[in-house]
């Protein structure tokens, strides 16, 4: 009896915990929070010593060892001796799968009855795993990140990432695949602040048969939510690659000479109306989610109604208000922002490092987005590998010396739209290509207003009293379309950068020359 008797009892333990774990709307275990390995995986997957940059650290491969073939064995050893400049991580790439999820950087998970996103604090990369059972739009392309297909095994979230290149490590240590690469990932929630997190690593070219790890993560109760390290930008204004603008980055001051800001001013702009048979969720909120393409008509060239040159794009004009429908510069910004239209200013774009293009811009950029609505936020990924998360729950912004590329956004519905107040900026960001001008004082209001079942009118309402004289408003539609995001991997094929930073130097060069010329003259 005793035997009968203490199988009975794990039988109600292990139903007692699966009852206890959080779930979702639908059932599934809630994996939703912010999380964070706990372990040396992201330097060596497998025991090691300390090296230079790599303190020591257990296996966390089944059975200790990688089964390489002998071949890859050798050049996983090239690697290692090579990886202070061959790891693709310390260049700022993407990490790719697994490797982005043992790395010691915190992560938000978000899920959806048809997606999982998965946002993290490197580098503004985000993952899109697919759970509505429908096959990739685009197989076969390979990426950084992968292709992520999941479904669920009972409790066990189960993820196949495929389309794998063959350019990222799996760890600091050199440990490499193929672009043959299938990844099997499991995520099980043990208990309420632990994910049993393990992934199966299938590369024949590579290895003589597929091995496992096995990660914990572990919820970082003590953090509201993540915010942004930049990994290329902190390197380039390290090594003065990208340059401070004493005029707009935090905590540059509001110019003495500026003419006084009128916060009070502009129209009073009456919303776009909403039909009442829009897409809903269950809760009657309006349904704001999927693949969107905003139509930009060149706000990404300009904000201003322009025609087209050789050089610039037109572009139809974005302001709503003012009436005259330009810019409220002060007289130093509108300046400033003609001087950015010349050729030597165009390294000066942070888009041309491939940084967060910041709000608005991030929506007028020509790359589309997706959209999310899980409970308590609005998320919205950008093709362009950048993410927003936007708090629904009222939270406050934080401290003043906390300042991001995208801001720090709050959002709340106003009847049928979406009102997203956002400040906690860095400055550092430019409106378009031509250089329209913000900086870290700006506060952004925008509102998202369902018009139709494919469209969503976009406005942005702009205070900043360091480069303008009173507030102004943009508005752009933005269509919803039945497609997938790709991989847009700025970084890693930034090719037109060098040519940019060349046309400055040649630039700087000739100024410096005819300077000094002038001064033998006189």
Known sequence: MRPCLLTLLAMVTVSASAQTLPRTADGKPDLQGIWRAVNGASYDLE????????PAGRSVVDGATIPYQPWAAEQRQINLESRATADPVRNCFLPGVPRIMTMEFPFQIFMTPEHIAITFEWQQAFRLIYTDGEPPLYPGIESWMGNSRGHWEGDVLVVEVLDHNDQTWFDAAGNFHSSSLNVRERYSLRDINTIDYEATIDDPEVFTRPWTIRVELHRQTHMDGILEYHCQAEKEEANGDFERDDWTWYPAPVPAENEPFDPAAGGDLALPSTPPNIPRLEDGTPDISGYFVADGGGANYGLEQHDGDVLLPSSRGQVIDPLDRTLPYQVWARAESIDRELPHRGYDDPTAHCF????????????????LQPPGYVVVLHERMAWRQIALDGRNHPPDQIRLWHGHSVGRWEGDTLVVESQNFNGKAWLNETGDVVSHAQTVVETFTPVSATQIIYRATVSDPIPYTRPWTIEIPFNRQES??????????NNDLQHLKDVRDE???????????YDSRN
Request: with cysteine; proline share 9%.
């Open 47 to 54: 025991d090691h010593g300390a090296r230079h940059d790599m």
């Open 507 to 517: 630039y700087r060069a000739r100024q410096i020359e005819e300077n000094q010329g």
């Open 484 to 493: 997938e995001l790709l991989e847009v991997a700025c970084l890693e094929g």
């Open 356 to 371: 967060p293009s910041g709000v608005p811009r991030a929506h007028y950029v020509p790359a589309p987005f997706h959209v």
